[in-house]
């Protein structure tokens, strides 16, 4: 193992979107297991603070990977295309009208089932903008087209929060 290699080497899973979180999983363990600082308790300080940086890695790279939304933006870096979130949250005008209506409802809703109707409504188009995300980068590996569509994920993921924060406030 390298301290520079990227996440997916590291965990030894192929560098595409798509990932069997079970075969993730198991990865992590594994590794966590092999460098675990208590198992170098003998070496000395030196040797546990170098098991105890291999640790720190292990865990970013599996934190990373597990996320959908944070390993295709991942993916997008790795790819050239950064996700750049703090210079590029520009979308298209659809998208945007659909964000505004999606507002609207939820300020209108007045029932739970109004919010959960909505919160069904986001839950099938965030699925359905998953299923594109990984074909644009499994498929056709545009990183750019991709990290439009991990900026666009991410409102709908912050949205999605929102109706939960909703259904909370309503006693659900």
Known sequence: MKLASDDFELLGVPRRFEQDRAVLDARWRALQAEVHPDRFAAEGAAAQ?????????????????????????YLCRLGGAPVDTENNNAMPKS???????????????????????????????????????????????????????????????????DIDRRLEALGQ
Do not use: C, G, I
């Open 49 to 73: 603070r170098a098991a105890m940086q291999w640790a720190v890695r292990v865990n970013e790279a599996y934190q990373r990977l597990k996320n959908p939304l944070e390993r295709a933006a």
């Open 95 to 161: 998208f945007l009208m659909q964000q505004m209506a999606w507002r609207e409802a939820l300020e209108e809703a007045a029932t739970v089932d109004d919010v959960e109707a909505l919160a069904d409504e986001v839950n099938e188009r965030k699925s359905a903008a998953f299923d594109e995300l990984r074909r644009t980068l499994d498929d056709r590996r545009d990183t750019a087209a991709a990290a439009e569509q991990v900026r666009a994920l991410m409102f709908v993921e912050r949205f999605a929060e």
